[in-house]
């Protein structure tokens, strides 16, 4: 005999999946190896399955009888109640059909059909269709039902492209989704709509290694319906991830879990209670064991089946800034104030021996123990943790037990710190994901990084985290790069930090594998790969900065991913992107720079943020204008005051040109400029920089001009953010010109001849706009001398139109005018070398200029006529 049989408490995938079997074996028996669910058995009556298909129950079978049985939705032997006995006998032959992941203590079969799509019924119905069988209607819309049932109607995130396929082939034969919807939806009873406002008020929210869990519980003594139905409501009603639904049944506790969360794997979490299921559903029933008990179990299944989402060296800043014992008090101070913490682990080659605060150093340096060393005054009972250690340790240690500053110990050393703050950092993102993620939170890019990005640039970001993880280093692609990705703006200077290793010995590494060339900077611990094709990526250590003085260049130090973040100028640019293979494509998101860019907010890190880098006031007007974002109400304050403490005096001139020419290469220059006024930083520039309506159309006509000069396709390139620096400092005198020249110490000779010819352009437009010039020639003699950023700058400064005409015209055609003679030309007409033909050729050029000579045979006879009075001249 062959009997067809699945997992007690059958749901229509159970059903569905048995239908199916019948259609490969149509002389087995179809047993339910105990209850089905309330709603499957009403369906199942109503339909009159038990005849249609020779359904029996498993009172009805003679196991002698049997000697091949077919599983479907199920391989566990606790499963399938009594009729597991039937595995022990020797001659027993086994066919497995199932979806749920393979396990230990599976029941093995000599033909086994396991697949992980989303219902049993699919794996079924596609070999259904590849022996080319026929299906009725009825078979049809059933089948589907159990497809329709485990995949949520083909919505859930364990659908795969073979359920839609399955789905399909059913449509094709008939199946009437009307009825399907009727057999997998109902009205919920009262008795139901009371049990689940009582799971809903129960739900708890938990945190598993740092993963949101719901678990709700309640009783279920009025009721003997099948609780997943609540559980998917429940779902629905509170957008929940994970859910575990526990219901007290008297004699026995039912589990039922539901997941959208890969990283919860419900078949394996409830397979450790003696349940089972796949990834994504699972259920577990627990005998001899009250709520509470049930409660428990399944919390330590939890933990003991949860990958923590974050280990505590994924969130402490390494490595660690340490003092050691006998370090004095007053030197411990300047070294905290040095790195703005507030706490350091005191330690030595032993390992971690206290905690100094800045509170207590103070405080001792106030009572002139300055001299003393930091082990008499640290706090010897530190809690710390381990580097592995996992989230909800490091809460317990920090939350419970009042621990300001938690050292993190690896190999028995302090390798890293994590704060209070991490915590409650932490603690948010796993909020915003609870409530919905109203918040930021941390996300995989790999979707965005794919459709934003060239192959070829994808291509060296996968290599590069390959690169970093075969030397033992963690890559990761930094600041505008991954910011211009969120917000969907072109950029690809491809910016790469390294952690846990030294940037310019990865650099080297990478630069071989693809055939790139390196430029290091010892000092900065950065390199440049330059690759064949000249694509540049910049590479740096993760690094920690100070200031030994307002304004001055850093100095540098190794550090952690963290730390190089927090030293960046605004949250905004703080977002990381692992390249890593195991993690490429994952967000780093330290201080919140997804929060920012969704509010469109410029923030700064730290209060001391414009002291140290004075450049970044014209960074925060640059980008607000940019991006359209607002500076926050905060640093704005901060702004102001840098303003009235002339915050530039200190800054070095270079600097202070490479953010002011930023500026000027931006479309939203004229926004930024206005905004710089009107805060007072245009004026700490130059106190004679003026700034209005008037000076702001001014400063439009030179763009326009240079967006002309642009449309012409000539030879000649314009440096645009010269011209527009000349229109910038227009109303500077030209004294005050060449000081500020020098002080913003603009390279290039090219540039500071342009500069230094505006007092000849202003000559020269004074000449033409007066009406002195009245020839195209006599304007070329003028213009030509003058470089072409200079002579765009008169462009947008002339006032009457013939002047604008005059220079559109040197600048578009006379430029580049030519004539068809030239010297050898003039030599056999019989023009004598030297003077005689460079005036020849003058002469020439002139009437070209004003129109007056066109083609080759004009110029040859201008210049026989020239001979002639030359030499008759000359007789």
Known sequence: MKIITSHT??????VASMVAAKKLYPDAIAVFSGALEKRVSEVVGTLGLPYRFSFANEMEINAVDVDLLILVDVKQPGRIGSLSALLNRPVMEVHVYDHHPVSAGDIRGSVEHIRPYGSTTTVLTLLIKEKGMALTRREATIMMAGIYEDTGSLSFPSTTIEDFEAAAFLLSCGADLAEVSGFIKREMTSVEVSLLDGFLQSETLHSIGGISVTIADGYMERYAGDISILAHKMMEIDGLKNLFLVADAIDRVHIVA????????????????????????????????????AKDALLDALRRNIVPKAVASDICSSPAITVSPQTPVRDAVTIMLKYNINAAPVADSSGCLGVITRQIADKSV?????????????TTECETVG?????????ERIASRGARLLPVIKDGLVAGVITRTDLLKLLEEELNKADGGKGARPRNMRGIMRERLPEWVIDILEDAGRAADELGMSAYVVGGFTRDLLLRRPNLDVDIVIEGGNGIAFAEAFASRRGAEVKTHERFKTAILVFPDGFKVDVATARLEYYERPGALPTVQASSLKLDLYRRDFVINTLAIALNPQRFGQTIDFFGAQKDIKEKTIRVLHNLSFVEDPTRLLRAIRFSEKFGFKVSKHTLYLVKNSVRQDIFKKLKGARLFDELKNILEEDAAVGAISKLHELGILALVHKDISWGVERAAFFEKAKEALAWHELLYTKDKAEGWLTLFLALTDTVKDKELAGLVERLCIPGRKTLEAIEARRAASKALNMINSGAITSLSGAYELLAPLPLETTLYMLAKAHNEKAKKDISTHISTLKHLRTHLNGEDLKRLGFKEGAEIGDALDAIFKKRCDNELESREDEDAFARELLRRTTEKTA
């Open 9 to 14: 408490g059958a749901d229509f995938d159970t």
């Open 258 to 293: 539901r997941s959208r969360d890969p990283e919860v794997n419900a078949g394996a979490i409830l397979g450790a209670l003696g349940g089972g299921g796949h990834t994504f559903a699972a259920s577990a029933t627990l005998k001899d064991m009250t709520l509470i008990q």
């Open 366 to 378: 106030f009572h002139g123990l300055g001299a003393h060393p930091v082990s008499a005054y640290m």
């Open 387 to 395: 580097w592995r250690a996992s989230i909800d340790e490091i809460r």
